[in-house]
């Protein structure tokens, strides 16, 4: 099992920047991809950025060149440092870790931490 806390979520304005930091605990070694997802109000929830154990990264489209995803081995945290934030980014974000134990394999997610932009 893998456990997942978020933080960092809050009220950013437009252009502003904002981290996210999603720390991991329980079975670490079983992840081998964590990624960040968000959730606008009467939208799908949507992949933002994740990020594989050997340090492969992938972006929506619509975040490219203003977010980047990035991890801390040493603490088990992954982080998401918005940058040039716009209205659209507001959402509820969620971290996910993908985990294999031999055959089994899983996702784990957290509860979620809300970013607001708005001036």
């Known amino acids: 099992q893998v456990q997942l806390v978020e933080s960092g979520g809050g009220l950013v304005q437009p252009g502003g920047s904002l981290r996210l930091s999603c720390a991991a605990s329980?079975?670490?070694?079983?992840?081998?991809?964590m990624g960040w997802y968000r959730q606008a109000p009467g939208k799908q929830r949507e992949l933002v950025a994740a990020?594989?154990?050997?340090?492969?990264?992938n972006y929506a489209d619509s975040v490219k060149g203003r977010f980047t995803i990035s991890r801390d081995n040493a603490k088990n945290t992954v982080y998401l440092q918005m940058n040039t934030v716009i209205a659209e980014d507001t959402a509820v974000y969620y971290c996910?870790?993908?985990?294999?134990?031999?055959?089994?394999?899983?996702?784990?997610w957290g509860k979620g931490t809300l970013v607001t932009v708005s001036s």
């Open positions: 990020i594989t154990s050997g340090g492969t990264t």
């Open positions: 996910k870790a993908g985990t294999i134990t031999g055959p089994d394999v899983r996702d784990y």
């Open positions: 329980g079975s670490i070694a079983s992840i081998y991809v």
